[in-house]
């Protein structure tokens, strides 16, 4: 007998929005053909739920009770004033950069500042999806599936051989209007060898915007001896959900250092996959989190070492208040024969409130004998002896917190070597705290 799960309304409403917006959707017959594939596999999976152990602490299928309509493609981004999208960015506006800027889903040209360049080569994804030799898509993953189907703009970037980008790249991607939308986007980032480059994805919400369902994925693909940063932050408003996914592939010798910072976002769910393809690599997974009254974060990564010889560390740190909710799951897999594979991870967390909570699931999937790995975990409220030092000292106790918290997630934020992001990061983050 064959059990078939009822959709939901949310399920059967993505359905009937594929339909209505498959035409105006960008690309070629075959990029039609690969959303309509995408299409059917998210009308197989569903949703994921809670009876999926990646995805047992963060139920989609219960959680997204209707599915927003996908933002028009006839927005005009011209009605946005650069002022509104550099107060949403707060210190990140100030900061000396390559601009490729998306509003509602769609390149806003009048926004952007792109490089002119053959070093450096940035383009909407609207334009460029039929040069794109492959895009990756799942047979197993609902959410990249989703993704796949609606995908309506990002940016594809590829940088040559040994070059040397002399300025961030910085990749915004705003929500704006009053009304709730969907959004789905899509980054291709291609890397060459030897190259040396500092990406930084923003996601956030302009002033008065509505509450939104943004899906977003990228893929970055890294050549040989190449050294990469790359930086995410996202702030989506607290009607919000974020499913976020990034698939890495490094090639030999490559350092990758990659951050991710959450906060004043109802619903986030990061996924990241990256995979040692070269031998000799280095890999530094990193990020902070901070929720407050009934948001709900959560980080999944994957970090498979298919290679000897690589190194993977991986910190996250989350501040928790109210009844915020805050995951962990991170998985190391050392293949049969990557031997001399060195993997390391930790996840800690604050909590400020009695009735927050923080769930961690560090897991080691080792085949090969010859190896270094280990995982921890921790929680723990503010150290009330340290307050305690504070308040004799004539620091109020609201000063005397955040400072605490402060130096609390500082660990993960340093790991962002340049100044000027990693100062706007801890702004953004001070500002949550007040």
Sequence with gaps: MTIQLTKTKAEAALGEQFEATFGALPGSARIAQLRKTAMGTFATLGLPHRRIEEWKYTDLRAAVKQAFKPAAANDDNSKIAPADLDAALGALSALECYRAVFINGRFAAELSSLPASDALTIKPLSAALDDLPRLNSSDSDSVIALNTAFMSDGAVITIADKAQVDKPVLMVFARAGADDKAIATRNVINVGKGAKALLVEVNIALAGAGNGQSNCLSEITIGDDAEVSHVKATREGEGSTHLSTWIGELGARVNYRAFQMTSETALVRNNLFVTFNGEDSKLDISGAFLGRGTEHIDTTLVVDHAVPGCESRELFKGVLDNTARGIFQGKVIVRQDAQKSDGKQMAQALMLSDTCEFDSKPELEIYADDVVCGHGSTSAQLDEEMMFYFRARG?????????????????????????RVREALADAARGWLK
């Design 395 to 419: 620091i109020p106790e609201d000063i005397a917190r955040a400072m605490m918290i402060e130096s609390f997630i500082g660990e993960a934020l340093d790991m962002v070597e340049h100044e």
